[in-house]
């Protein structure tokens, strides 16, 4: 059974850093695309930063310059450094993943989640 893994998170100041990871578990055949996106409470999911097999990336307004997105050719796996940041960016992370499997059915995956809190 094909998962994704994360790892990553935690309680962290105002103005710090956090790198998350995400690593798929399983046999596949290729990654078409691997991202994040985060849910604070009361709101919806929303986008924080995906990108392709090919390296195009897209990050949300409210993340641009604070983090980078890298990985998912390398091991099937996907990172987001996140620095400056701040208490909005509470919330929990949830890793994407655009997956084709052997047969060429393609499917989103989800993680689990990893709780981010940035305290002021």
């Known amino acids: 059974q094909v998962q994704l893994v994360e790892s990553g998170g935690g309680l962290v100041q105002a103005g710090g850093s956090l790198r998350l990871s995400c690593t798929v578990s399983?046999?596949?055949?290729?990654?078409?695309?691997m991202g994040w996106y985060r849910q604070a409470p009361g709101k919806e999911r929303e986008l924080v930063a995906t990108t392709t097999s090919g390296g195009r990336t897209n990050y949300a307004d409210s993340v641009k310059g604070r983090f980078t997105i890298s990985g998912v050719n390398a091991r099937n796996t996907v990172y987001v450094q996140m620095n400056s940041l701040k208490p909005e960016d509470t919330g929990v992370y949830y890793c994407y993943g655009d997956l084709t499997y052997h047969g060429g059915e393609r499917y989103d995956h989800w993680g689990q989640g990893t709780q981010v809190t940035v305290s002021s």
């Open positions: 399983g046999v596949i055949f290729s990654v078409n695309a």
